[in-house]
């Protein structure tokens, strides 16, 4: 009961859910992933957002940038839920 109390009172409502976008090559890393609707993935505690791609099995060297909420985030910014992350490959071009 406890628990349940302060991950309220710190994660607000107890929504611990993430949306993930994945783009470009990074998709090739879940063969089933559909771009329009992203990875929905239940939190139990606050992670870095390194845990959060050893945890969808993505090497961090194919990640160059982050979003959370639509702003740039270094790899160990905490993920408390209830946001949408977003990663990017490096990207090339000639």
Same mark, same amino acid.
């Given at each position: 009961m ?26 090739e ?6 771009? #329009? &609707?992203?990875? @929905?993935?239940? =939190?139990?505690?606050?992670?870095? %957002? /390194? ?20 702003? #740039? &985030?270094?790899? @160990?910014?905490? =993920?408390?839920?209830?946001?949408? %992350? /977003? ?8």
């Amino acid at each position: 009961m406890a628990t349940v109390f302060l991950r309220r009172m710190f994660y607000g409502n107890g929504d611990m859910t993430l949306k993930v976008f994945l783009s470009a090559t990074l998709r090739e890393c879940h063969p089933d992933y559909e771009p #329009s &609707a992203g990875i @929905d993935l239940d =939190l139990e505690e606050a992670i870095p %957002v /390194a845990v959060l791609l050893r945890k969808l099995k993505i090497p961090q060297e194919m990640v160059k940038i982050v979003m959370v909420n639509g702003l #740039s &985030a270094p790899f @160990d910014y905490v =993920l408390r839920g209830d946001e949408r %992350v /977003a990663f990017f490959p490096p990207v090339g071009g000639g």
